[in-house]
């Protein structure tokens, strides 16, 4: 990644700052602490990867600002990019990656702010972790690498290398491998149920056999049943005719039986028919009349319905005729209307036409003044001409003379709030000196327990060694009270010798000795009572002494929290001493900027010069005010124009209301009095009268004709009666005739009963002459169906013996088919498990780690040589063993990446060495890092950041530290130092340096 532009707005120190990259090789960021240095930097990890620094993804936009904007470009793999990363404050942001082509720049941004960011590490190749791990050393951030565990750094390196590559093919090598496995599996499962079936191929002839000898047994006495079964049948057969027989000789019985019922209901129907119509001929004459009366009332209104269609026909021209006067009604009366709205238009236009008319003389007057307006407006604009650039320049300077103003203002308000806050701590410091002499009151009571506490321990060391001591006088007096024991003892023997000088004694001396020595075992008794009585005591006062002991431990368990919450509060007492200082301080600048706002001595140049503008425009002697009265007088009398062409387009509208009113009149004229003719005298109205005279000629009244036909639907029923009576006279003969033939089928039916009721006696004796087979042939039938289903179980068994048979000649192809496969299955498995181990992380990644990392260390230790004088030397160990000293003797060993570094004085651990030497190694390792991805081909790293290495150094190793950046300085397109050192500038070809300002950090770039 070689940089080329790097533009800030808002970013985290800066308010708008801008760096080519262009022709920088090694150049060296410079600047006071907290100038902006390592912002700039972070610019760019921030553009690339959305990382930096800040706490939280507000805080990397510039105080006070609403939204930050970082563009970075830079050639990466011969392609050159730009990333434009922006954020709202409390909101979202935006990301957008851009790649130039020969139309400039063109976006190849995902779908989504993530997709867009996998996009750029993809095209990178690099991931923010892997570029702080490598060839960025961050402020305080340098030991990255060597403070990363064992396995992170190993995947660190692994990044770099690009061996993700290889883990994917792992993976694909696992996934194919499982693939394999599983249909490996399956395909083992299948051949076992195949191996079963073959092995079923005996049984099942053995029971095909067994089934074709039960298919002829019963096939035989299915013969033997089916003959018996055929005798019988013909037998029953015969029975069951003369049955049949029978019952159609009964059914015949109950069908003459109950046709003769038929019959006789029939009968009695016809004689009530007879007797109804006998009773209707009785009434002959009164139904005549009435009937004569009905037809009557018909007539008439058959009358007055051949003159109901004319009455209509009439009625519906005469309606038609209504409403076409009335339709011509309407539209002659709505065009008098239109006539009268628009003379009645006409007449107001006129109206207003001989207003504006009347105003022709004002018009006049108010043009003369428009045209001196305007000559005088015009004199005003070019004088405006001279005076804008003038008016500009002071409007420009006053904004910036305010905005000093401004923030003098607000620095002055701030400093005021913070005089504030220093007022309220420095109010809480009385507080605090309280509460501090509280805490120290305490603290030395605890102080006075503490050396009572000592006294207590030191009084029961006495009481012990006292105690001692009488205890081992108790036993020195006791063993000599068993000396003086044994003394007696020998005394009491007979020419005893004296126990000290050995000499004989008598009897007198023995005596004496004896006495003597009973009084010493006696004092040396009383001793021992006063010893132990003693030993008693010491007893009960240690006890005294232990407890009193416990109980001021438990009240200096706050001691230790006591002196921690004084120290805390002299370090308030101490921070105040600050406060006064910061306060003097604070109110020392209140006073001045006090002082300049009151004088107005701030921006001097400014104000000279706008002091300066202020003249010219007196000389000018241009007045806005007038200017802009003048012209809002020029745009009151713009009336005039108006007014004028008014005045012209008015004239022109009373010639055209002249032209147009007569006729409009006229036309009214002639409306009303086709209005009144149409009404009175048209034809349309004649046409109407004739059809009322023909209506009255008519003489159709509509409700006598509705009255009629009411009274003709209640007397209908004198017709029906009439008509039932010419039925009656016709129907009487025949139905005389049907009462004969019924009573004649009635005596027909009754004597064919008696011939049946012979026929069933006969039947009945022919039948009881045969035997009935009915249960014989139904359990025949029942055994032959039996006997059926098991054959045809058996045949059904017979035939799916034969197709297992079959079936299995068919399996043992494909049992021989499926172990080739299965073998080709195993093999495709093994090569890919062994594929996956090569390309996993123990396999090719672990070699190509290990084949890299005698080149790093090499190149680790040759940059460490210079910077250390041959002192340091590093190594990497890739692998360690798993177990304790206690377990070696089955100890495996485990993958890591362990780095040992070793001095004149052995091997040591890492934390173990300065500040300054711990920063040479780092840097020798990341220094390696970056130049062996230089070399290796697989990565476009070509850019190193060193922030803030030389802090740490004295003179000797600082100018190490230079001489190795130089001396690989031909490998990298850009190298970046950064340090606020100021005797290290001249060491480099370019210098950047920052400086803080009121208007954010700024950069100038030196050679």
Known sequence: MIPLQLTLKNFLSYREASLDFRGLHTACVCGANGAGKSSLLEGITWAIWGESRANTEDDVIHTGAENVRVDFEFICNNQQYRIIRTRQRGKGGSLDFQIASSNGFR?????????????????????????????????????????RRPNERKQILADLLKLEQYEELANQAKDLSKLYKGQMQQLEESQDRLKEKLQQKETLITQKKGVVQEIELLQKAQTQAQERLKQLQAVQHQRQNWQQQLSWQKNQYENIGQESKRLKIEQSEVENKLAELKKNLS??????????????LQQKEESLSAKFPTYQNLQQ???????????????????????????????QQEQEVQQIVSNSAEVETALEKLQECRQRLSELDQLQHQVAPLLQRRYTLTREIEGRKARLTAKLEQLQEEQVKLFIEIDKVPEVRQEVLTVDSQIQELEKKQVYQQRVKEKGTERKARKKQLEDSQVIIEKQIQDLAKKLDLLVIPEATCPLCEQELDEHHRDHVIAKTQTQQREMQEQIWQIKESIAVCERELQCLRSEYSQLTEELIAYSSLQQYFGQLEAQLEASGDIKIKLTKIRSEILEIEAALSSGDYAPEGQNELKYLEEELKNLNYEEQTHAIVRAEEKRWRWAEIKQAKLEEANRRQVKINEEKPNLLERIYFLETELEELQKSSDIQKQIEAVEQSLEELSYDAIVHQNLRATIRQEQKAQFHYQQLQEAKQQYPQWQEKLKAVEQRLKFQQDNAATIQQQIDQTLMQIESLED?????????????????????????????????????????EYIDNQQQLKEYKKQCRVYKELAQAFGKNGIQALMIENVLPQLEAETNQILSR?????????????????????????????????VIADARGTRSYETYSGGEAFRINFSIRLALAKLLAQRAGTSLQMLIVDEGFGTQDVEGCDRLIAAINTIASEFACILTVTHMPQFKEAFQHRIEVRKTNEGSQLILSH
């Open 317 to 347: 021209q005469k309606q038609k005729l209504e409403q076409e006067i009335f339709k011509h009604t309407n539209e002659l009366k709505l065009q008098l209307q239109k006539n009268i709205s628009r003379l009645e238009n006409l007449q």
């Open 107 to 147: 976006s190849l941004n995902a779908k989504g702010l993530r997709s867009t960011q996998d996009l750029i590490t993809s095209s990178l190749k690099l991931d923010y972790d892997t570029f702080v791990n490598s060839a960025y050393l961050r402020q305080g951030r340098a030991d990255e690498f060597m403070q």
């Open 283 to 296: 009434q002959e004459e009164e139904i005549n009349l009435k009937y004569q009366q009905f037809m009557s």
């Open 773 to 813: 087979y009915a249960e014989v042939i139904e359990e025949l039938e029942l055994t032959i169906q039996n006997n059926r289903e098991k054959l045809d179980d058996l045949l059904a068994k017979k035939g799916s013996f034969e197709q297992s048979l079959q079936q299995i000649e068919s399996l043992k192809q």
């Open 867 to 899: 910077l250390t004088g041959n002192q340091l030397h590093v190594q990497f160990l890739t692998q360690k063993s798993s177990k304790t000293n206690r377990q070696k003797a089955a100890a495996k060993l485990i993958d890591t990446l362990d780095i």
